[in-house]
C-alpha cells in the first residue's frame, strides 16, 4: 500500500483522497491549515488527516517523511512551497497548477531531484496535453494544433453565463496573465481574453478566448514542429466582454482579490456542470492536408459510491491516474515530467483515467439515479 499526502483539503482535495483510498491501493494523509476543511473529509479507515500550514516547510517535510509521493490541491500561490518540500524530501510529486510561474520552478527542481516531479496532472493543463500530444502523432507535419477547454454550468442563469466550480482566485489569475502560444513557427506571449472565436457543438453556441496556462509545457515540447498553437478556454457567448468590463475598464484586474470577494458574493456555485473538451489538429498525412479531432464533454458522474460534479471528476481523476501511470513504472521515476509525455491509451485505460471515457449520458444517468436514491 503506498502512503500519499495530499494537500489541500477543499473539493478537489477530499475527492483525491476517497478515489485514492477507495482503492484499497493507497493510504492517504489530508493536509490542510483549516480545521474546518479537514472536518469535511471523509472518515475512512485508510484516511488520515492532519492540520498543518503547506508554508510551515519544516513541518511540512517531515510531514512527507516515508510517503511515497505528496499531490498538491492547494491554492496556485503556496503550489511552489509544496514542491520545494518535496525535492527537499526527496519523494514523487504532483500537481494540478495552471500557474505558469509553479510549473518554472517546478522544473528548476526537476533538474536536481531524486524522484518524479510531474506538474500540471489536472483537466487543462493537463488531460488537454495528452489528448493534444496524441493527434499530434498521428501527423507526418504538423501545423496547427488548437485546444479548447469549458467547465460551464449545465444550466446559466446569470450575464455571465457562469457558476463558481472551480478556485475563483485561480480563475481571475488565467484571465490576467500573458498566455503562452506559438504564431507562424515563433514562441509568443499573447494577451489574455483576447482572440475572440464562436463555436457550436452538439447545437449549443460557445465562444473562447485566451487564458494563461491550458498549454501547459506544450509550446517548449512542439517549438519548431508546429505553425500555430494557442489555447483557449471555453464560455457561453458574453462571458468574455462581462469579464473585460470588470478587469480591464473597471479596472478590478488590479484588485484580484476584491474581484474574487465579489464573485463570491454573487455568483452561486452549483453540482449540475458540464466540462467541455475539444480539440483540433491540422497538418500532413500520406502527402494530404488532413484534420483530426477530439471533441467530449463530461457530465457528473458517480465514482467511489458518491456523485461529483464533471469539474471534480475530470480534475481529481487525472491527477490519480498520473499517479497510478508512476507507481506502474509506465512514468519515467526521475525528473521532471511532461503530461503530453503520457499516452491517451494508456491514460483512458486506467481505472480512474476511465471516467474521461465515460458516455455522457450514461454519466448523467447514473448521477440522476444517485440522487433520486439519495
Not at 531524486?114 to 504538423?142: N, W, Y
Amino acid at each position: 500500500m503506498k502512503n500519499i499526502l495530499v494537500a489541500g483539503a477543499g473539493h478537489i482535495g477530499a475527492m483525491i483522497a476517497e478515489l485514492l483510498a477507495s482503492t484499497g491501493d493507497y493510504r492517504v494523509t489530508v493536509v490542510d491549515q483549516s480545521e474546518t476543511a479537514l472536518a469535511a473529509v471523509p472518515r475512512r479507515p485508510n484516511i488520515d488527516t492532519l492540520a498543518l500550514s503547506v508554508t510551515d516547510r519544516a513541518r511540512l517535510v517531515a510531514a512527507m517523511q516515508g510517503r511515497y509521493a505528496v499531490i498538491s490541491a492547494a491554492p496556485y500561490s503556496v503550489t511552489a512551497a509544496i514542491a520545494e518540500a518535496a525535492h527537499a524530501a526527496g519523494i514523487h510529486y504532483l500537481d494540478l497548477t495552471e500557474d505558469v510561474a509553479t510549473t518554472r520552478t517546478v522544473k528548476e527542481l526537476a533538474q536536481s531531484a531524486t524522484h518524479a516531479l510531474i506538474p500540471q496532472c489536472g483537466l487543462a493543463p493537463g488531460f488537454i496535453s495528452i489528448v493534444g500530444m496524441d493527434l499530434v502523432r498521428r501527423f507526418e507535419k504538423l501545423d496547427t494544433l488548437r485546444l479548447r477547454v469549458g467547465a460551464l454550468p449545465q444550466f446559466p442563469s446569470n450575464a455571465l453565463g457562469y457558476n463558481l466550480t472551480w478556485s475563483t482566485a485561480g480563475v481571475i489569475n488565467e484571465y490576467l496573465q500573458p498566455c503562452e502560444a506559438i504564431l507562424a513557427g515563433k514562441r509568443s506571449n499573447v494577451p489574455p481574453l483576447e482572440e475572440l472565436e464562436h463555436f457550436a457543438l452538439d447545437g449549443v453556441q460557445y465562444e473562447a478566448f485566451n487564458t494563461s496556462g491550458g498549454l501547459g509545457t506544450l509550446c517548449e515540447t512542439l517549438d519548431g514542429k508546429v505553425r500555430n498553437l494557442n489555447y483557449r478556454t471555453i464560455r457561453y457567448p458574453g462571458h468574455r466582454d462581462a469579464m473585460k468590463l470588470l478587469l480591464q475598464d473597471l479596472r478590478l484586474g488590479e484588485r484580484p482579490a476584491v474581484l474574487a470577494d465579489v464573485l463570491e458574493y454573487a455568483i452561486p456555485g452549483t453540482r449540475q456542470d458540464v466540462v467541455v473538451i475539444f480539440v483540433t489538429a491540422t497538418g500532413l498525412r500520406a502527402g494530404r492536408v488532413w484534420q483530426e479531432s477530439y471533441a467530449h464533454s463530461v457530465y457528473p458522474q458517480v465514482l467511489a459510491g458518491k456523485e461529483w460534479t464533471a469539474i471534480q471528476t475530470t480534475t481529481a481523476s487525472s491527477v490519480c491516474a498520473v499517479l497510478d501511470l508512476l507507481v506502474a513504472g509506465r512514468l519515467p521515476q526521475k525528473g521532471f515530467v511532461r503530461q503530453e509525455d503520457i499516452r491517451l491509451d494508456e491514460f483512458l485505460a486506467n481505472r480512474f483515467g476511465r471516467a474521461y471515457a465515460t458516455d455522457a449520458a450514461a454519466g448523467k444517468a447514473a448521477a440522476v439515479a444517485m440522487r433520486a436514491a439519495s
